[in-house]
């Protein structure tokens, strides 16, 4: 079992930046990949961003990429977004996910956070 919980979320203004942080515990956190989705109401679940167990290779979403920025730190276990110039399209609860795959395929994470609300102002 890998717990997850995400923090950083909040209400800011367009244009502004969030750093959503998501801290693992269990198993081996350096052994998964990890992932960042979204749900914004009455939408599905949406691929954001992810990146590879050792955080070298990472991978956006089209509508997010050159404004938001993963990484990792498996000293400390956890998993970071950093989102600037914010749009009110971000607005969303997101999630962090580990997966044994490198994948945008959310049916391919095997554990998930309770997620932290973002949501920004026009």
């Known amino acids: 079992q890998v717990q997850l919980v995400e923090s950083g979320g909040g209400l800011v203004q367009a244009g502004g930046s969030l750093r959503l942080s998501c801290a693992a515990s269990g198993r081996t956190f350096s052994n998964y990949a990890m992932g960042w989705f979204r749900q914004a109401p009455g939408k599905e679940r949406e691929f954001v961003s992810a990146?590879?167990?050792?955080?070298?290779?990472?991978y956006y979403a089209d509508s997010v990429k050159g404004r938001f920025t993963i990484s990792r730190d498996n000293g400390k276990n956890t998993v970071y977004l950093q989102m600037n110039s914010l749009k009110p399209e971000d607005t969303a609860v997101y999630y962090c996910?580990?997966?044994?795959?490198?994948?945008?395929?959310?049916?391919?994470?095997?554990?998930w956070g309770q997620g932290t609300q973002v949501t920004v102002s026009s």
């Open positions: 990146c590879t167990s050792n955080g070298v290779y990472t």
């Open positions: 996910a580990a997966s044994r795959f490198r994948t945008e395929d959310r049916t391919l994470y095997d554990y």
